[in-house]
């Protein structure tokens, strides 16, 4: 049967599963197939500072049919360097970098750095207002946008792609030319700050849903994420327009680069001051990358505010409606945890942890709360320590193999009498530091 036969609902559920350029060779196929793909195809739309993909952008915004598809705008992060742009020599060292310019001739390499040059002034050009103005428009043309995507990998519109051929890939803004730290306290010029202040501008108050977009890889979603950087803003009226943002949220997905967090004071104070204002918010997933080390996380403790890294991160507030939280790599107290239960008692239903570690108490005590003291029905530990296991032994110290005894993993269940008990993996027990000073204390008894 011709996929143009099939009824308009299966049309639907089909072309759900494809990737836009398939939702165009499809929409060519037929009136009933055009009319059934559009949805999916202009659901998601690029906001960023680049001339044509923002032409693009308002095209649609303008289309009277389109407009109405779109739920999404996709920020894409990613810039081209001011670097690479004033200076040749950087410029081709990093493309010599890339396999797939390594092989292009010096003299059209010297062309697409005029071409670099050229986009990286276009892009400074509609920071200065032209994004803004642009997104805050086209939000009065498009009633149903209701997510923010931060995407830290490059996306061209098709009208982009023809010119991106080999040209040095864009990629998120350096925090410095020399790396260093100071530097990296610098504010990054990418322009988030101005979508975020577009959708205050135009008191748009439909968007319920921010999330981060990476880049998929051999099943997996990889690369940077989502720079702590961002929340570093330059002016009073930034932090006022993210206020205003995070306000409306519904949900919350963040990915989050902490690589010099300890110099990002104000950055943290920021974002927890933003989380703070999403009242309304039902669900949270916050994963930080790279994995902290003991270290780093006691100089949190001791530096600036003198807070912990749990508090530090906005873990500490009372949500009212939240409903579900999975955290990533995220450093805690046993009380800080049970804290977290307390306060959603009422209204919590999924807690998820992955690669987290508690720096004092058990995890074990914390599974005993949530099992027989709470309604939460989705529980689940992945990969979980604590800083010390036995007899006050430092995790760090152990050899691989006996890391992988003490990190936990497990996850809620229910028995055929309704009966709530916690599942492990084996040979994952959170439940080993009882077992082994048990039989510890046995043998000391029998000896």
Partial sequence: MSVSKLPAELQIEVFSYLGNTDLKAVRGVSASCRDNASPHLFRSIIACARYQAMGAFQNIA????????????????????????????????????????????????????????????????????????????????????????????????????????????????????????????????????????????????????????MRPSDGFWSGPRLALGEFQFKETDHLEAGKYFFRNLRQIELDLDMRYAAQRREALANMRTLLAEAKHLSELRLHAEPSHNMPEALAWLTAGENISPFVSLGLGIHWPKLRIIDLGRVIATEDELRGLVHRGRDTLTSMKFTNCIITSGRWSNLTDEVVYGTNISTFSLNRVHEEYVFREVAFERLRGSEREKWMYEGQLKENTKGERYFCEHPGKSIYAWRDLASNQAGSSEAD
């Fill in 62 to 213: 303008l289309h009277p049919v389109y407009q109405n598809y779109v739920k999404e705008i996709v920020f894409d992060a990613t810039a081209y360097e001011a670097r690479e742009a004033k200076v040749e020599s950087a410029y081709q060292t990093s493309a010599l970098s890339e396999p797939h310019l390594r092989e292009v001739v010096s003299w059209v390499r010297r062309t697409r750095w005029k071409q670099y040059q050229t986009l990286f002034r276009e892009q400074e050009e509609i920071k200065e207002g032209v994004l803004l103005q642009t997104v805050a428009r086209a939000l009065e043309w498009m009633p149903h946008v209701e997510s923010v995507a931060y995407c830290s990998h490059p996306l061209h519109v098709p009208v982009e792609k023809k010119l991106m051929k080999d040209i040095l890939e864009r990629r998120l803004p350096s925090p410095a030319w020399d790396g260093s730290i100071q530097a990296a306290n610098r504010t990054p010029e990418n322009g988030f700050h101005h979508l975020i202040g577009a959708i205050r501008v135009a008191q748009y108050s439909n968007i319920r849903e921010f999330h981060v977009r």
